[in-house]
C-alpha cells in the first residue's frame, strides 16, 4: 500500500469539469482513498467549491488548486498520465491498461517523483492536446459497447486501483513495453514546467531557423511536446538540452540581426 | 477476464436505495463493465426505472428486477457478497478484501454458480439482518478517516474490480483463511431460497421444540442463517438436512396433538 508520502505526491487534475456535483463526488472518491491534492484547470462553473456531493470532503474541495490551464496545473510534476479510452482514436502516447498500472506509477514515486493523474471534461474527456502534456494514456478497461464512463466513478475506479495496488515492494516486473522512462541510473526526474520551458526555445529555435512554413507550427509544437515526453530527459539532460538551444537560438537571433558576423 | 455466460451469471442487488440517481449511476456503471442483471431490492422511491443518470443503460434500467425483499432478490443466488467498510462493527460472515476477491468468485462461478453482488442504502449501508443473507462481507479498502463511498462509486469499483481481475484461468491460490465454500468434488450449489426454506423448516422445529424462549427468536433466526451460509451445504446435503427437519417437525407437531403417542 501507499505510504503518506507517496499519496502526497499524487494529484487529480480534472481539465475544464462541468458539473459541480461531480467535482464534489471526485473529493469524495479521493478521500475515501487517502488523497487530498485536487487541481482543476480551467474549471466551467465558478462556484464548484460548494458542492454538496463531497461529502466529506469539503476542506480537499476548498484547498483545491485552481489553474487556468492544464500546463499550469501539471508544471511541477514529473510523471503526467491521462485517462480514457481508446475508441475513437489512436493516441501518440504510450497506453497503460489500469490493472498493469501499478507497477508503473512505483518506479514513478521513486526518488521524489510526482504523479499527475488527469481527467478529461465530461463532455469529451481529454483532447488531443491535452494528451499532448501526458507521458502515457491509462485506459480504463470498459466494455466497448458503453465505454464513456462519470466523471466521478472515473476517478473513484483510478484511485482504488491506484491505491490499493501500488507498493514499492511489489516485485512484479512489468512486460517490457510498459516500461517507459526508467533510467538505469536513477536521475532527478523532469518537471512538467521544465519540458515545457525546453519546447519553448527548441520551437523558437524552430522559428528562427525557420526549419518549417509557419502553417506548420502547431502541429509541429504538439508533436514536439510528446516527443519530449518520450524522450524523458532526466532534469540534467533537459538543463543540458535547454542550455544547446538557447545558445543556438541566440546564435541564429544575433545572426540575424547583425548579417555581418554570419558564418560563411 | 469474464466470459458473456459468467457476467451473465453475476447480479448487482441494491438494497431500499434512496435517490434515483444514485440507481442511475449504478446502472451506467454496469454497463461500463458489461454487465446487465440489476435487482432493486424495497426501492425507496418509485420513479427510479426513468433515472437521467443511467447515460448509456436505459434499457438495463427497464429491464432491471424489483423485488420486495433482499431475500426475494437473492433467491437464485448460490453465492452472495454484501458490500461495506469494517468501521463500526465486527461481522458474523468471512470478510473478503475487495482486491482478494477474483479467484474467490472465480471459484464460485464454476458449476452454474450464481453470484450476488449486494450493496446497501446510501443511508446506513448493508444492516446485520442484510448481512445474514450473505456467505460473505467484500471490504472496499477505503481510509479509515473518510470510509463512507457514495453509491454509485462503490458499484463503479467493485465492478472494475471483478471484470478486469476475474479469470477462471487465474491459477492464484487465495490464502487458506479466504477460501471458502469449496467442496472437495464439485457439487450441484445451494440456492439462497433453498437455505431460507431449509432455515424456516427449522425454526419451525426449533419452536415446536420449545428449544428457547420466545424472546430469543429473532436472535436464532439471525445465527441460524448465518450459520448455514456459513457451512455452505450441497444442494443435494440442503435437500436432506430439509427433510430431516420436516420429518422431526411432523413428529414434534403430531406427538403435540396426539399425545397419547408422546414417547415416554
Known amino acids: 500500500l501507499l505510504t503518506e508520502s507517496q499519496r502526497d505526491r499524487i494529484d487529480v487534475v480534472l481539465v475544464s ?8 463526488a471526485v473529493a469524495r472518491a479521493m478521500a475515501n482513498f487517502g488523497f487530498s491534492h485536487l487541481t482543476v484547470a480551467a474549471p466551467y462553473a465558478p462556484n464548484w467549491r460548494e458542492a454538496r456531493s463531497a461529502i466529506g470532503a469539503p476542506d480537499l474541495l476548498l484547498n483545491a488548486k485552481d489553474t487556468p490551464s492544464l500546463a499550469d496545473a501539471v508544471a511541477e510534476s514529473t510523471f503526467i498520465a491521462g485517462t480514457g479510452t481508446l475508441t475513437h482514436r489512436k493516441p501518440d502516447q504510450p ?11 512505483a518506479r514513478q514515486l521513486v526518488n521524489n517523483g510526482r504523479i499527475a493523474l488527469v481527467f478529461g471534461s465530461e463532455k469529451h474527456g481529454l483532447t488531443r492536446e491535452d494528451l499532448s502534456h501526458c507521458h502515457a494514456l491509462i485506459q480504463i478497461p470498459t466494455d ?25 515492494n511489489d516485485d512484479t516486473t512489468p512486460p517490457a513495453c510498459l516500461t517507459i522512462q526508467e533510467p538505469a541510473r536513477p536521475a532527478p526526474r523532469t518537471t512538467s514546467a521544465m519540458l515545457d520551458l525546453l519546447a519553448g526555445v527548441i520551437e523558437q529555435t524552430m522559428a528562427a531557423a525557420a526549419y518549417s512554413p509557419r502553417g506548420m507550427q502547431p502541429a509541429n509544437q504538439h508533436d514536439l511536446r510528446v516527443l519530449l515526453r518520450r524522450l524523458a530527459p532526466s532534469a540534467l539532460d533537459a538543463r543540458r538540452m535547454l ?22
Open 17 to 24: 469539469p462541468r458539473n459541480p456535483l461531480n467535482i464534489g
Open 95 to 105: 497506453v497503460i491498461s489500469l490493472p498493469n498500472l501499478a507497477p508503473i506509477l
Open 144 to 168: 466497448d459497447r458503453q465505454p464513456s464512463m462519470n466523471l466521478g466513478q472515473a476517478v473513484a475506479v483510478c484511485l482504488y486501483e491506484v491505491a490499493s495496488r501500488t507498493s514499492l
Open 243 to 264: 542550455g544547446l538551444f538557447r545558445r543556438i537560438l541566440w546564435r541564429l537571433d544575433s545572426s540575424h540581426k547583425r548579417p555581418a558576423e554570419r558564418p560563411k
